[in-house]
Structures are given as C-alpha cells and as structure tokens.
C-alpha cells in the first residue's frame, strides 16, 4: 500500500473555486479526461448537502514495462462522490477506479477548504490518494503501486493547473456579465431619462393643446 | 466536456448549464430545491444506454455495493 499527498492554495473564495472545480473539465492541463458524466445529484432536505456521482474515464499513462506485465486497458473508469455542504463551507469527493480492480485499488480524497489569508478568503485543496495492489508483496505489485501513484502525483499538478484556468475564465465571464449588466443598467437609465423628458414634452403638449407625443 | 457517448453531449451541455447556473445564482445563495431535473432525466437515460453498451453497469453496481460512499465520512 502506498500513500501520496498533495495540497495547493488557491486565492479565490470557496464560492468560485467551487463553481470553477464542478466545470473544470475540458481544460488545457487535462487531455488525459477524456469524459465526464454525472450518475446521480441529489439535495439532502435535512441538512442541504449536495451529493454528486461521477463518472469520468481517463486515458491510461502506465509504463510500458507494466503494460508488458499486465493486461493494462487504453482507457480507465473512475467513478467519484462528492458531497458539497453549503452551511459547512465545505467540498469533499471521493474518487476509486471501476476498471482493473482485480489488480489495484486507487482510492483518491479531495476537500476544499475555506480559510482567511491576509489577501481575504481562500481555498485549501488537499488531495490524498492511496494505492493497494493485490499481491502486496510480488515485483508486479509494487510496480502498479509505483506507476500509479507517479501517475496520480502528475496529474494532481496538471488538475491545480487546470482548475486555476478555468477560475481565472470563470471570473473574466463574471466580470464581462458584470460589464453587461453595468452597461444594460446605463441603457434603462437612458430609456428612463428620454421617457420622461418624452413625458413630459408630451404633458407640456397636453397643457398647450397639442399632441405632442 | 465530453460525454462517454458523443450521442449524449447535447444532451449533457443543456444540463451542465442549467445545472452551473443553479449553482451559482440559488444553490450558493441558499435556495436549495433541486433544479434541472426534467434535462436530467432525459440526459441519464442517454448516458445509461451508453454504460450498458460499455458493460460498466455492473462494475458501477459492484462499487455502489462495495463503496457506497454515501455520506460526508466516507474515504480518507
């Protein structure tokens, strides 16, 4: 069994990393997902925690040494948890691979956690993964516990980077509905200001007993 | 993003939408009486057909039963 770990700080709120993260697919770090589908999404009445299942298949990077061992398939299924709890502040998925369990279990832990920095709120991601292959003690075995977490440790750095480009498009549409909001509140502020300079010409018109509309 | 059946992603866009902006304007805000479900239905119905297909129904009913993962507690 081996254990890996890895955590990164975002400095944007638990709102927008949390948004950015449910639609962090496609981006430009994570060619290797190739899909990603949602089983089940459920609302818990009694405490509003959201519940997602995932399904998300991903193109397999094994080394070609274990491909030689190992009937290792091109495409590998993962299906994910998540549960979101809006009152907590809190995001916690929890990912185990469906395709090749009878050599290895991959079981993968990611929270986001909110925390006050000097700069305003931020976001912890922290992302554990542990890896069992079955056989513990054969050559094989160790292999596939190596490859895989060698695999995990390089797509976490790709996943933070991805996440980080698809936070930074989430705010620019923010600010770009932002600007079309400002600039739609602009236009009712014209439109008002011409009705009533219209209205009242046309009352002017009224009082002069002409139709001024 | 890609849908495991091209034949879904249509499908799948719709509900991503609907269910993004649900999560963002009333979800995040405090309203959290499900959304989207009708495009949900018809969006799983497509994706199910697919996993059958595939033969991942019963590896997802194997690891339903084996890791339900059914509250907050679950994993490490």
């Known amino acids: 069994m081996k254990f890996t770990e890895n955590q990164y700080l975002f400095s944007h709120p638990f709102s927008t990393i949390t948004s950015a993260n449910f639609q962090k697919y496609p981006n430009e770090h994570s060619s290797h997902v190739l899909s990603v589908d949602i089983l089940s999404r459920s609302v818990d009445p009694q405490t509003s925690i959201l519940r997602s299942e995932r399904l998300v298949s991903v193109k397999q990077s094994a080394p070609a040494l274990l491909r030689r061992l190992l009937p290792i398939p091109e495409i590998a299924y993962f299906r994910e948890v998540s549960f979101l709890d809006p009152r907590a502040k809190s995001f916690k998925a929890i990912s185990s691979n469906l395709s090749m369990r009878a050599i290895v279990d991959v079981e993968e832990t990611c929270e986001l956690i909110p925390q006050q920095g000097a700069e305003g709120t931020e976001t912890v991601f922290r992302q554990r993964a542990e890896v069992s292959a079955l056989g513990a003690l054969s050559y094989a075995a160790r292999l596939v516990e190596e490859a895989a977490v060698a695999s995990f440790n390089a797509n976490s750095w790709k996943g933070r980077m991805g996440l980080e480009a698809v936070v930074d498009k989430i705010v620019k549409e923010a600010e770009g509905f932002q600007q079309t909001v400002e600039e739609l509140e602009a236009g009712l502020r014209d439109m008002e200001a011409g009705l009533k300079e219209g209205l009242e010409a046309g009352i002017e018109g009224l009082r002069k007993g002409s139709v001024g509309l | ?76």
Do not use: H, V
Request: charge should be negative; aromatic fraction near 12%; proline fraction near 5%.
């Open chain 2, 1 to 76: 993003m890609s849908s495991i059946s091209p034949e879904c992603n249509d499908l799948k866009k719709t509900y991503d939408d609907c269910f993004n902006k649900w999560y963002a304007t009333k979800f995040l805000q405090g309203d959290t009486t499900p959304a989207c479900e009708e495009i949900f239905t018809l969006y799983r119905a497509c994706i199910w057909r697919a996993i059958k297909e595939k033969n991942l129904d019963t590896l997802i009913a194997d690891a339903r039963k084996e890791k339900p993962f059914d509250t907050p507690d679950a994993g490490q």
